[in-house]
């Protein structure tokens, strides 16, 4: 049974995400929500053994990382601080574990390190 404040149609994509992962569509997920579902995502998880990470965002989001026990053990590692600071090599491994189209990619990894670049020629 679903809590009376946990609104099922805020949690399909979770629920999807969940399906892929069982089904082998996806190796890990990046699922950012409300804290307020924090507890039936925990939940849910740990009644299917799925790995995962959670990530405070602000005081109103998380992120919530889920899947194979290879790639939760990798973020473990990598993912120490927010994700808009990860170094660009980073951000270009954590993309890749999640799937993004790669030749995006690659041109995201392109254009940060040249902005990197920029920055530290400017300094």
Do not use: W
Not at 26 to 34: A, D, F, P
């Amino acid at each position: 049974m679903i809590a009376p404040d946990i609104n099922p149609i805020e949690l399909k994509v979770f629920l999807n995400h969940i399906y892929e992962l069982k089904k082998g569509v996806r190796q890990m997920v990046l699922y950012t929500t409300n804290k307020k579902y924090e507890a039936f995502a925990v939940k849910r998880l740990k009644s299917q053994r799925i790995r995962f990470v959670i990530q405070e965002v602000d005081s109103e989001r998380i992120n919530l990382f889920f899947g194979k026990a290879e790639c939760i053990e990798a973020i473990r590692v990598m993912v120490k601080r927010p994700l808009n600071e990860l170094t660009p090599e980073e951000d270009f491994i954590l993309g890749a574990m999640l799937g993004y189209d790669i030749c995006a990619q690659c041109k995201r990894y392109c254009d940060r390190k040249s902005r990197k670049n920029c920055v530290m020629k400017n300094n």
